[in-house]
Nanobody, 119 residues
Framework: QLQLAESGGGLVQAGGSLRLSCKAS???????????WAWYRQAPGKERELVAR???????NYADSLKGRVTISRDNVRRSVYLDLGSLRPEDTGVYYC??????????WGQGTQVTVPS
């Protein structure tokens, strides 16, 4: 069964940057490339929200609050999806989750990685 493992979170000062990584294991290349991939985040006391998404054709979309500060990308060879965050703000604090939706609609979530931007 597919497994997703996020990494790259941590404590970063306001204005700083981070790269989050999501490594997919137990998946073949065709499954990886035919899936939609996304990053969500959940701030304390708030609902989980979409941060960024990349679909099989390569199109991307981003949350309005993060446009210009975030980039989602994927590496098919490494079976990995990345989220580059810049100009971080305290309100970016939260747990960031990797998400995958297969061509058939199966959904998978990673365990999350914590990002903390102190005020």
């Amino acid at each position: 069964q597919l497994q997703l493992a996020e990494s790259g979170g941590g404590l970063v000062q306001a204005g700083g940057s981070l790269r989050l990584s999501c490594k997919a294991s137990r998946t073949i290349l065709s499954e990886f490339t035919s899936s939609s991939w996304a990053w969500y985040r959940q701030a304390p006391g708030k609902e989980r929200e979409l941060v960024a998404r990349v679909v099989p054709g390569g199109s991307t979309n981003y949350a309005d609050s993060l446009k210009g500060r975030v980039t989602i990308s994927r590496d098919n060879v490494r079976r990995s999806v990345y989220l580059d965050l810049g100009s971080l703000r305290p309100e970016d604090t939260g747990v960031y989750y990797c998400y995958r939706r297969s061509r058939l609609g199966d959904e998978y979530w990673g365990q999350g990685t914590q990002v903390t931007v102190p005020s």
